[in-house]
């Protein structure tokens, strides 16, 4: 049975907390990828690497077999509300055997877990038959897989199989929705608000379109697992050259969800086909990210990432279950996740089995007072341990 001893549960607490209190927004995850590095070296993995965009890499095992990668990232979203915590965001605070602080549950304390879970196939001398990969990963909040396909792609780690260390409440997620961002960009003609007539307003156009995206959503279709695909508009601005003139030009935003089935050209032509219907003189496209990491890598990307989902009987998914039933002796749900992961990267793009599995609830990832259960972290890290001792031990 993997269990952390006493000692290494106060380490495993410890480095969540270390992890914490440094803050590391995305592209500025410097000094906590020099934290997670040097715990990494430090527990015994005889290979640790950071690569041109700033992922930590560690690996282990005699590489005559299957690489396995268990994957986290470093990043987080900003403090939303500070004067709403009751903990210090950045505290890194234990109150019965709760830790909070941003990034407690997404992700700074499944990250812990994951290394400290680790350590235990590394203390025990298990015989590791192929590759053990961990991958701390970058600017997965604003951009998630991207990290990832530079990892794959260009630095050549490619895995066999990967589990995403995400939040899940110790249940087995084996799949998600996509998800893209969408811009639509409204043209009006400008005139004095006295007489608007003599204009053509681009918000009510845009408004006009809105509309017809509210009634899209009904309409989108339907998987059996993952559920319906969604649309929602998140952001609206306009211009014009005063408040006391009609604006020749709105912008708006979409958020779209897609399900198993949905593409980026269907969902593009879904909004061009308002566009048409109502006569506006419009455009829609898939929004670009762009930013550069902490090493100084320009990073630039469509925002499309497609949904995945996992077959239940997959020897990957058959054995996380295992996992979990040698640990915690119960019977994980096969869950899917509400929001979007790397593995929209590793098996939506590249078609590498993917499963994830982490300790806390979903419900706290951004959230105000942020925390995650210690005892759930501890039993995160066992679950990692048996999976890669089953997997790559023989």
């Not at 952390?4 to 803050?23: C, G, H, M, V, Y």
């Not at 912008?251 to 269907?266: C, H, M, N, P």
């Not at 086909?273 to 902490?294: L, P």
């Not at 998914?317 to 992961?341: C, H, M, N, Q």
């Given at each position: 049975?993997?269990?952390?001893?006493?000692?290494?549960?106060?380490?495993?607490?410890?480095?969540?907390?270390?992890?914490?209190?440094?803050?590391?927004?995305?592209?500025?995850?410097?000094?906590?990828?020099?934290?997670?590095?040097?715990?990494?070296?430090?527990?015994?993995?005889?290979?640790?690497?950071?690569?041109?965009?700033?992922?930590?890499?560690?690996?282990?095992?005699?590489?005559?077999?299957?690489?396995?990668?268990?994957?986290?990232?470093?990043?987080?979203?900003?403090?939303?509300?500070?004067?709403?915590?009751?903990?210090?965001?950045?505290?890194?605070?234990?109150?019965?055997?709760?830790?909070?602080?941003?990034?407690?549950?997404?992700?700074?304390?499944?990250?812990?877990?994951?290394?400290?879970?680790?350590?235990?196939?590394?203390?025990?001398?298990?015989?590791?038959?192929?590759?053990?990969?961990?991958?701390?990963?970058?600017?997965?909040?604003?951009?998630?897989?991207?990290?990832?396909?530079?990892?794959?792609?260009?630095?050549?780690?490619?895995?066999?199989?990967?589990?995403?260390?995400?939040?899940?409440?110790?249940?087995?997620?084996?799949?998600?929705?996509?998800?893209?961002?969408?811009?639509?960009?409204?043209?009006?003609?400008?005139?004095?608000?006295?007489?608007?007539?003599?204009?053509?307003?681009?918000?009510?156009?845009?408004?006009?379109?809105?509309?017809?995206?509210?009634?899209?959503?009904?309409?989108?279709a339907v998987d059996s697992i993952l559920g319906q695909g969604s649309v929602a508009v998140t952001h609206i601005e306009s211009s014009a050259s005063s408040r006391n003139a009609?604006?020749?030009?709105?912008?708006?935003?979409?958020?779209?969800?897609?399900?198993?089935?949905?593409?980026?050209?269907?969902?593009?032509?879904?909004?061009?086909?308002?566009?048409?219907?109502?006569?506006?003189?419009?455009?829609?496209?898939?929004?670009?990210?762009?930013?550069?990491?902490?090493?100084?890598?320009?990073?630039?990307?469509?925002?499309?990432?497609?949904?995945?989902?996992?077959?239940?009987?997959?020897?990957?998914?058959?054995?996380?279950?295992?996992?979990?039933?040698?640990?915690?002796?119960?019977?994980?749900?096969?869950?899917?996740?509400?929001?979007?992961?790397?593995?929209?990267?590793?098996?939506?793009?590249?078609?590498?089995?993917?499963?994830?599995?982490?300790?806390?609830?979903?419900?706290?990832?951004?959230?105000?007072?942020?925390?995650?259960?210690?005892?759930?972290?501890?039993?995160?890290?066992?679950?990692?341990?048996?999976?890669?001792?089953?997997?790559?031990?023989?």
């Amino acid at each position: 049975m993997w269990r952390l001893t006493s000692t290494d549960r106060e380490a495993l607490t410890a480095f969540a907390q270390r992890l914490i209190r440094t803050p590391s927004p995305s592209t500025q995850e410097k000094a906590v990828a020099e934290l997670v590095a040097a715990e990494l070296r430090k527990i015994g993995f005889p290979e640790v690497w950071v690569d041109r965009i700033g992922n930590v890499v560690a690996r282990a095992g005699d590489g005559n077999g299957p690489s396995l990668l268990f994957n986290a990232h470093m990043d987080t979203v900003e403090v939303n509300e500070p004067g709403a915590w009751t903990h210090a965001p950045l505290g890194g605070e234990v109150e019965n055997g709760i830790l909070y602080g941003r990034g407690a549950v997404d992700m700074k304390g499944p990250l812990a877990a994951m290394v400290y879970g680790l350590k235990m196939v590394l203390d025990a001398g298990v015989p590791l038959h192929g590759n053990l990969y961990v991958a701390a990963v970058v600017q997965e909040e604003p951009c998630e897989g991207y990290a990832m396909r530079v990892l794959v792609e260009e630095e050549g780690v490619v895995p066999d199989m990967v589990v995403l260390c995400e939040p899940s409440n110790l249940q087995l997620a084996v799949g998600q929705r996509g998800r893209m961002e969408m811009r639509v960009t409204v043209r009006g003609v400008a005139a004095h608000s006295s007489m608007p007539e003599q204009g053509e307003n681009a918000i009510y156009r845009a408004a006009r379109i809105i509309f017809g995206v509210e009634l899209l959503s009904s309409q989108l279709a339907v998987d059996s697992i993952l559920g319906q695909g969604s649309v929602a508009v998140t952001h609206i601005e306009s211009s014009a050259s005063s408040r006391n003139a009609i604006p020749d030009r709105c912008v708006f935003y979409i958020d779209r969800r897609l399900t198993l089935g949905e593409t980026e050209a269907r969902a593009l032509a879904e909004i061009q086909a308002i566009i048409t219907r109502e006569q506006a003189r419009a455009s829609v496209e898939v929004t670009e990210y762009q930013a550069t990491s902490y090493t100084g890598y320009p990073c630039r990307a469509k925002a499309y990432f497609p949904a995945w989902l996992m077959p239940e009987d997959h020897p990957l998914v058959r054995a996380g279950t295992r996992a979990v039933e040698k640990t915690l002796d119960y019977r994980p749900r096969l869950i899917r996740w509400l929001f979007s992961t790397d593995g929209a990267y590793t098996m939506g793009v590249a078609g590498i089995p993917t499963i994830g599995i982490g300790p806390g609830e979903v419900t706290q990832a951004h959230a105000v007072d942020e925390h995650v259960r210690l005892e759930d972290l501890y039993h995160a890290a066992s679950i990692y341990a048996a999976l890669a001792a089953d997997l790559l031990g023989g």
